[in-house]
């Protein structure tokens, strides 16, 4: 396999890729015959909006079995060879074309095909990576399609989506599937509620009046190579065992608080309730959760925890389910606000995200300085509403700008957040920009 990546800027559902990359790379124009591109994502808790920046990769099929190679002109990362018969993918210090890998092996196993077709292949993109605007997500779909298509398969939106989900844990990422639902189901011009079980979108019409601003706060997250994402994944699994447990369900077989809401059958809002009543907010030793669950040290570790979290010592179960089951309600909220478009809907939905920061900061901890910093600086000069979006820990705000007041809002960020530091300066153009919901995956073909 050949892989290279190639920058060509906001392709999305304008469908200028393959020119973009042949205006560029006129020698890769005669070689890769097909296109396919993946959206990155912002988010307003699971309610999702894709942007119009994406990965992009061109490629070309070689006889089956032979090597597949990947080229990368950006100076950060390394060209990589494999071959399509041997996929190994390094979970400890995960680089970019791992995330290639494992969309590869997700189709590759998926079909069982013990003589996958190698692809040449050259990437480019214009999402920042490690900003929580799930480049790798789009990567891993992005490199799910390309297979796809270079082995002559199908599949439907839905089972890509739910294929890359599974294959991205491959690198040890124990993501709930919204990155990868976004990329695919997608649509240009409206936001998406996704839910699962089973996997469905629904279009959510934004109110017209605003922007939607991303910032990135320079901070890089590499959620794969870090404990903290997975760590909160554990804590809302051990949270829906101890409250599974405490309502007698069988809490062997509950894996999502959501799970424990749709077996007793209650809002959201009484969910909360139970949280309370079930859950302190001290954090919890292992040896507390043993005893609630009725096992032992061995078995909490050898039947619940995962490999990459075996030496932590203490959750926090309490603050991670009030924040998931308040984040749903909010998401609920939003969705009910836009589709009665109220004439204050505006001010209503900005303060649903600002709730949220303050969630995701203080119950869910998944923020930082920078990123606290720059959601005051956004509401400072103007905006109606600002949070961190993706997994957190750095990476992007969104905020919501009145469209009459964005062009000094743009100048008062510039000044106060990237002006003042000389490396965020240097990536000024690329962090600071307005966007509108793109549409997902796509896949050009050379009359």
Request: glycine residues 8%.
């Amino acid at each position: 396999m050949h892989l290279k990546t190639l920058r060509t800027h906001r392709l999305l559902w304008l469908c200028c890729a393959p020119d973009g990359y042949r205006t560029r790379y006129p020698d890769c124009s005669r070689t890769c015959t097909d296109s396919s591109c993946a959206t990155g994502k912002y988010q307003f808790f699971i309610l999702l909006i894709c942007l119009d920046i994406i990965p992009i990769i061109g490629s070309s099929s070689v006889s089956p079995g032979e090597g597949s190679e990947m080229f990368c002109n950006r100076l950060l990362h390394r060209d990589f060879s494999t071959s399509v018969n041997n996929i190994q993918i390094n979970k400890t210090k995960p680089q970019w074309h791992n995330y290639f890998l494992c969309g590869l092996k997700g189709i590759q196993e998926h079909f069982g095909l013990n003589n996958p077709t190698g692809m040449n292949c050259l990437l480019d993109g214009t999402i920042p990576p490690s900003s929580g605007l799930s480049s790798s997500s789009a990567l891993v779909c992005c490199a799910g399609l390309v297979t796809l298509r270079a082995n002559g398969k199908t599949l439907s939106k839905v089972e890509l989506a739910e294929i890359c989900t599974k294959s991205e844990r491959y690198i040890g990422t124990e993501g709930g599937g919204m990155d990868q639902s976004i990329s695919f189901l997608a649509e240009e011009g409206t936001a998406k509620l996704i839910e699962f079980n089973p996997l469905r979108a629904t279009d959510v019409r934004l109110p017209s009046g605003a922007a939607f601003v991303i910032a990135n706060s320079c901070v890089e997250m590499n959620k794969a190579a870090t404990s903290h994402y997975n760590i909160r994944v554990m804590e809302c699994r051990l949270a829906t065992k101890l409250l599974s447990k405490s309502k007698g369900l069988d809490w062997k077989k509950m894996l999502r608080l959501h799970d424990v809401q749709t077996k007793l059958g209650v809002s959201l809002e009484e969910m909360l309730t139970i949280v309370e009543e079930v859950l302190h907010p001290e954090p919890y030793s292992t040896e507390e959760i043993c005893k609630c669950l009725g096992i032992s040290l061995e078995e909490l570790r050898s039947q619940i925890l995962s490999q990459n979290i075996q030496d932590v010592s203490t959750f926090k179960l309490y603050q991670r389910a009030k924040h998931v089951y308040s984040e749903a309600a909010r998401v609920l909220e939003f969705q009910k606000i836009c589709s009665k478009a109220p004439a204050n809907a505006l001010q209503l939905l900005g303060e649903l995200m600002n709730q949220s920061h303050i969630s995701c900061r203080e119950m869910y901890e998944c923020s930082c300085p920078e990123l606290d910093r720059l959601v005051d600086i956004c509401l400072q000069f103007g905006a109606i509403g600002s949070r961190l979006t993706g997994a957190g820990w750095g990476g992007c705000t969104v905020s919501m700008v009145p469209t009459d007041k964005l062009s000094m809002f743009l100048k008062n960020v510039k000044k106060s957040y990237y002006q003042t530091d000389g490396q965020r300066l240097a990536g000024e153009n690329n962090s600071l920009f307005a966007t509108k919901p793109g549409r997902g995956a796509l896949v050009f073909v050379e009359a």
